[in-house]
């Protein structure tokens, strides 16, 4: 899985198994995983456009 730093927008994949608790680049602990392509599609089909 990847994520993404909050803080500082960089992206990576850890190494080991377990969930990152800091980003390796600036040290933040404003961690998440990062959103797929897919997660951006399903994100705009469940969006309701107001009338």
């Known amino acids: 899985m990847r994520y993404r730093c909050l803080d500082c927008g960089y ?3 850890p190494k080991t198994a377990r969930p990152p608790n800091r980003c390796p ?12 392509a897919q997660d951006l599609l399903n994100s705009v089909g469940k969006r309701q456009i107001p009338e």
């Not at 680049?25 to 797929?36: L, V």
């Open 25 to 36: 680049f600036c040290s933040s602990p404003s961690i998440r995983p990062a959103e797929t």
């Open 11 to 13: 992206k990576f994949q």
